[in-house]
Nanobody, 126 residues
Framework: VQLQAYGGGLVQAGDSLRLSCAASGRTFNAVTISWFRQAPGKEREFVGGMKARSGGTPMYADFVKGRFTFSRENAKNTAYLQMNNLRPEDTAVYYC???????????????????WGQGTQVTVSS
């Protein structure tokens, strides 16, 4: 699976951004897609994602619930992360990741993913 993430940028606190992750190379609806982020000096952390064939139920990190929305459009081989009410602490490089073999208990674990996009920078100024 090849992944390309885009849509990041420099915004002010309270603004919104929508990240996109375009996938190719494998049946999109057969892979789990998730977003992770990594701030300078910090470990990569799970943001949100959806298992393959999960029936449309996304999973989120607690720190983004109510602000971020994950979605996937299988017909376009694309996943999205709608980010609202952005905060300075959301500043990070955001990565999309995919796996065809992941299980529910490891969806939030970066090492469980085999495929990664190149990352897109999100910077939120106060």
């Amino acid at each position: 699976v090849q992944l390309q993430a885009y849509g990041g940028g420099l915004v002010q606190a309270g603004d919104s951004l929508r990240l996109s992750c375009a996938a190719s190379g494998r049946t999109f609806n057969a892979v789990t897609i998730s977003w992770f982020r990594q701030a300078p000096g910090k470990e990569r952390e799970f943001v949100g994602g959806m298992k393959a064939r999960s029936g449309g139920t996304p999973m989120y990190a607690d720190f983004v619930k109510g602000r971020f929305t994950f979605s996937r459009e299988n017909a376009k081989n694309t996943a999205y992360l709608q980010m609202n009410n952005l905060r300075p602490e959301d500043t990070a490089v955001y990565y999309c990741a995919a796996s065809s073999t992941i299980i529910t208990s490891t969806v939030r674990v970066p090492f469980a993913y085999s495929y990664w996009g190149q990352g897109t920078q999100v910077t939120v100024s106060s």
